[in-house]
């Protein structure tokens, strides 16, 4: 373990959000869901404005689930549109401001033209260290992680891999999100207290916060009393308190010789 990150839980690097209730937000207002979806991608367009403020570096959004192709025709078709809308919107300033795209998921579900407007703008952005935006798009976590099992499994089939060799760096190192740290913070909105199929893996000691403000209603404000509150929490990764204030004296003793 990198006893670096040990109870240093004003350091928020990696926000993971679960984006629930733009439906909700809609009827209660008499619109249509696509309405929702609109003011959703508005919500997304200020995250990415706000996090590097409070020094996030990596903003990890559940834009569209594995289960959400089975909702009706016309709403995939629109939450489609709407990405479709984000990336070419948005392209220019994600460039300015140093935002690097990525996307996990099962892409190959996606249609021609998004995976190619997707990948537009993953190749233009990849310079970019800003914010890393990882879109989860066609994602369930258990799939992912069977897509890891299946190439993992492959490479002791073809006798490249000795199952020994096996470990969770190694598993890791074959999901979707290889190369992003573990997210420190889970935020879902809309009053639902689910990880549905989010991030399986990799979400093992991050720490969760749920809220009641719906999606099309998260904003600065909201961000920042969901940073407040991880602030307030202590990150033990199942060690003891006094484990943890030993590690954190023996840090500072290092720093200082
Ligand atoms: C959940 O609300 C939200 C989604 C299924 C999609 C999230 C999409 C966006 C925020 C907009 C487009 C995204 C990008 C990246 C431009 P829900 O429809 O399940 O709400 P409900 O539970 O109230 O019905």
Not at 72 to 92: H, I, K, W
Request: aromatic fraction near 6%.
């Amino acid at each position: 373990m990198d006893i670096s990150n040990l109870n240093r839980s004003t350091d928020l690097r990696h926000l993971a959000v679960i984006m629930d209730g733009n439906g909700r937000w809609a009827r209660k207002r008499g619109l249509k869901r696509l309405a929702g979806h609109q003011q959703g991608a508005e919500a997304v367009i200020r995250m990415v404005d706000e996090c590097p403020r409070y020094g996030i570096r990596f903003l990890t959004l559940f834009a569209f689930s594995s289960e959400n192709w089975g909702r009706p025709e016309q709403e995939v078709r629109t939450l489609m549109d709407l990405l479709m809308a984000f990336l070419s919107s948005q392209r220019q300033k994600m460039l300015e401001n140093g935002v690097r795209l990525k996307v996990i998921g099962d892409r190959s579900r996606l249609s021609a033209d998004v995976q190619q407007a997707l990948e537009d703008v993953e190749v233009a952005t990849a310079e970019r260290d800003r914010l890393v935006l990882t879109l989860a798009l066609s994602y369930g976590g258990r799939n992912e992680i069977v897509r890891a099992v299946r190439e993992i499994a492959g490479e002791v089939a073809a006798g490249s891999l000795p199952p020994e060799k096996i470990d969770g760096a190694l598993i890791e190192s074959h999901l979707d999100t290889h190369g992003l740290p573990a997210p420190d913070l889970l935020v879902r909105t809309s009053g639902e207290m689910r990880i549905s199929n989010f991030l399986l893996w990799q979400l093992a000691y991050s720490e969760l916060y749920f809220t009641e403000t719906l999606w099309p209603d998260f904003d600065a404000n909201e961000l920042g009393r969901a940073v407040d509150e991880y602030c307030s929490r202590q990150r033990r990764f199942g060690l003891t308190e006094e484990q943890l204030l030993d590690a954190k004296d023996s840090m500072q003793k290092e720093r200082h010789n």
